[in-house]
């Protein structure tokens, strides 16, 4: 254990909630406080446009606040891979900050992080619209669930809890923090899911909308190869060479036994054209798709490059981090 480090820490992004930030650090403050144990809050500004910022450097008076400032919008998974990278705590327990995840569910996710090493929560009733909100989700839940063999019942809820062991170990890239539970799986982690309270937004306007679905597929897509086959590449792209490699012979003895022993001739046949140019294409596409996001982590872990960049960090216990 370090020298510095705090029993929990809380990590919470935030773009443009304004209105939100001051009544969730006071529903914050009584929950953390009553638990008796050391803890920090880590507010991220994730290049907030409205007076977001503002607030959060009023909050820094409070010793147990870090306030992360982005120099502009990085996206949610950089704002949780900053809050990782700057919490103490030996758990780290994250959650949104527009005030629909409720801080009395922080005890009880930090007890079970004694047990398990990731604990997921579930907004079993989720106070969300149905059609643009609620559904998307519970079809994206099914899917991934499926494609990763990880079956929780509510992947895009925020509110979990971590060992510190776990972040250690991850790499976050793209979209992928609704992803944690799978990859942290993938290394050995046993993961638990536990119901919380869902509350409806009452301040500000969601930033979540159905088109995140496309992304969290192709993300999907990416978190399945990663799993399976990221270090034995040739078992996903074999198959479909050796497929490609038999459907070309099998094509070339047709047209040869046309013209050969029928007289007919192929050499302007459209179809045949067009047939090996869409396999010829549709494997290029996936396999560069699929290679780049490996090169991508390649490059991104050799050299340590940050996803994000910090405009400022502010607070009292800066100096404890080293």
Not at 75 to 96: P, S, Y
Not at 135 to 157: E, Q
């Amino acid at each position: 254990m370090q020298k510095n480090n705090k029993a929990l820490s809380v990590v919470i992004p935030l773009y443009n909630e304004e209105e939100n930030i001051l009544p969730l650090y006071a529903a914050l403050k009584p929950v953390l406080e009553g638990m008796g144990i050391n803890y920090e809050i880590i507010f991220i500004d994730d290049g907030s446009t409205d007076g977001t910022a503002a607030a959060l450097e009023g909050l820094i008076a409070d010793p147990d606040v870090l306030v992360l400032e982005f120099r502009r919008n990085f996206g949610q998974t950089a704002a949780f891979a900053a809050g990782f990278d700057h919490a103490i705590g030996e758990v780290i327990v994250t959650m949104d900050g527009d005030l629909q995840n409720d801080p009395s569910d922080i005890p009880k996710l930090y007890e079970m992080a004694g047990r398990y090493d990731l604990v997921s929560g579930w907004r079993k009733n989720r106070k969300d619209p149905f059609l643009n909100r609620r559904l998307p989700s519970a079809m994206a839940n099914w899917l991934i669930g499926k494609v990763t063999g990880v079956k929780l019942h509510d992947y895009g809820c925020s509110l979990k809890a971590y060992r510190r062991e776990v972040v250690n170990n991850l790499r976050l890239y793209g979209e992928m923090h609704r992803f944690i539970p799978a990859v942290a799986n993938w290394y050995g982690v046993n993961v638990a899911e536990v119901v919380t309270t869902h509350h409806p937004r009452t301040r500000g306007k969601s930033k979540y909308g159905i088109t995140r679905t496309v992304k969290v597929f192709l993300d999907l897509i990416t978190v399945k190869f990663l799993q399976s086959f990221s270090t034995k590449p040739i078992q996903f792209f074999g198959p479909m060479g050796l497929a490609s490699t038999a459907a070309g012979f099998a094509v070339s003895v047709y047209l040869a036994f046309q013209k050969l022993f029928l007289g007919k001739a192929i050499g302007g046949r459209p179809l045949l054209l067009l047939g090996v140019l869409l396999i010829i294409i549709g494997i290029q596409l996936i396999g560069m798709g699929l290679l780049g996001e490996m090169l991508v982590r390649v490059y991104h872990e050799s050299q340590k490059k940050p996803i994000y960049t910090l405009r400022k960090v502010l607070g009292q216990g800066i100096g404890d981090r080293g």
